[in-house]
């Protein structure tokens, strides 16, 4: 059927020891965090801290900003990824699938008020949104999506990029006057656990074609999705302009590998050792 999956070797290398370790000691910063944000005086000193970015930052920046944390957006740029490193898939659809099913439970159980409601005085950046504010999706979404290259890469730089990425979209969450801090580091925390729980999971590996064939059909759902929204009048242009540009980017990326698949002397040519 053109699918296998990696076996793990036996025994652990060093490295990845070492990654874990790294990983576990990012869940328990997020864990630390958020029991500073238990206090009260805490957790509104913070808000008020990056809720005051609207002062000094156009509208537009921040909206663009928590955008990226957005299921469409974030998506094709995770298919963008996953067009490089289809072993991937398997894991992202798993922590993905994880996700969607703990954010809104939370959300739903807690139903905690957001800052619009007990606050008279803030920063509103976009849509005005009052209730389900722990934890923030947005920042669970980001956060999945860092966690997921953290376990992809080795390179320091990759990891710290993409944890400063997902950092950045949860921060625009205060930015804008959607979340607590407590919302965001909360979000953070699902967001890498969930990414963890699917690390475990072997590496998919797809034949050229089907592999193709599944990100086409990826792609579709992200445009369906993507015209549903597109005519919410709250959007503004440059984030629509965002979602579409990573579309048409996707959407590129994917023709290109059916080009490697139709015209087979396309593909690159093989490196010989010296």
Not at 46 to 62: A, K, M, S
Not at 88 to 93: P, S, T
């Amino acid at each position: 059927m053109g699918i296998t999956f990696q076996a793990t070797a036996q025994g652990v290398p060093a490295q990845d020891k070492y990654q874990g370790r790294e990983y576990i000691g990012l869940l328990l910063v997020m864990l630390s965090f958020h029991l500073l944000t238990l206090n009260n005086a805490t957790n509104l000193s913070v808000f008020q801290l990056f809720n005051q970015l609207p002062v000094y930052l156009p509208d537009w920046l921040l909206l663009t900003i928590t955008d990226l944390g957005n299921g469409v957006t974030l998506g094709v740029i995770t298919l963008c990824c996953i067009v490089k490193r289809p072993e991937l898939l398997l894991r992202v659809i798993v922590a993905s699938a994880l996700s969607l099913i703990l954010v809104p439970m939370l959300k739903q159980y807690f139903d905690a008020p957001r800052p619009a409601v007990l606050l008279e005085t803030l920063n509103i950046v976009g849509e005005i949104r009052l209730k389900h504010s722990f934890p923030s999706g947005h920042t669970a979404s980001a956060f999945l999506f860092a966690g997921t290259l953290f376990f992809a890469y080795q390179q320091r730089s990759i990891k710290l990029l993409a944890i400063s990425f997902a950092t950045l979209v949860g921060l625009s969450r205060l930015a804008v006057g959607a979340h607590w801090p407590q919302d965001v580091i909360m979000g953070a925390f699902v967001g890498l656990f969930c990414a963890a729980c699917a690390a475990q999971l072997p590496k998919l590996t797809l034949n050229l074609r089907n592999h193709c064939y599944l990100l086409s059909f990826l792609w579709l759902v992200l445009v369906i999705c993507e015209l549903d929204k597109s005519f919410d009048k709250e959007l503004i242009w440059q984030v629509l302009l965002l979602r579409w540009g990573l579309l048409c980017l996707a959407g590129l990326l994917i023709l290109r590998q059916y080009r490697t698949l139709t015209f087979p002397s396309a593909k690159r040519k093989p490196q010989y050792p010296a």
